[in-house]
Nanobody
Framework: QVQLVESGGGLVQAGGSLRLSCAASRSIFSLNPMGWYRQAPGKQRELVATSTSGGNTMYADSVKGRFTISRDNAKNMVYLQMNSLKPEDTAVYYC??????WGQGTQVTVSS
C-alpha cells in the first residue's frame, strides 16, 4: 500500500506555468509506472504522463512539448512541470502509482 499526496495546483493565466508535486508514503523505486492523470468537469479521467525508474516517459499528445514528468526516487517524489498552459488544461490532476493507487487530486485552473 502507498499513500499519494498531490500539491502545487492553483489558478494561472494562459501561457503560464505550474509545477505539481506528488509525495509518496514509501519508496517509489519499484513502483512503475508512476504517473499523472487529469479529469475535467463532465469528462472522463485521462492519462497525462507516466514515468518509470528506468527513465522511460510517455505523454498524452495534448501535452507533448509542454509538460515534463520527472521523479526523484530518493525523495519518493514525482513531479509534473506544466508550461504554456491552456484553458483546456483546467482539471483536477491526480497522481497514480501502478494505476492502482491514487492521490486525492489537486485543482489546476487556467484562465484565458
Amino acid at each position: 500500500q502507498v499513500q499519494l499526496v498531490e500539491s502545487g495546483g492553483g489558478l494561472v493565466q494562459a501561457g503560464g506555468s505550474l509545477r505539481l508535486s506528488c509525495a509518496a508514503s514509501r519508496s517509489i523505486f519499484s513502483l512503475n509506472p508512476m504517473g499523472w492523470y487529469r479529469q475535467a468537469p463532465g469528462k472522463q479521467r485521462e492519462l497525462v504522463a507516466t514515468s518509470t525508474s528506468g527513465g522511460n516517459t510517455m505523454y498524452a499528445d495534448s501535452v507533448k512539448g509542454r509538460f515534463t514528468i520527472s521523479r526523484d526516487n530518493a525523495k519518493n517524489m514525482v513531479y509534473l512541470q506544466m508550461n504554456s498552459l491552456k484553458p483546456e488544461d483546467t482539471a483536477v490532476y491526480y497522481c497514480t502509482a501502478l494505476y492502482v493507487h491514487w492521490g486525492q487530486g489537486t485543482q489546476v485552473t487556467v484562465s484565458s
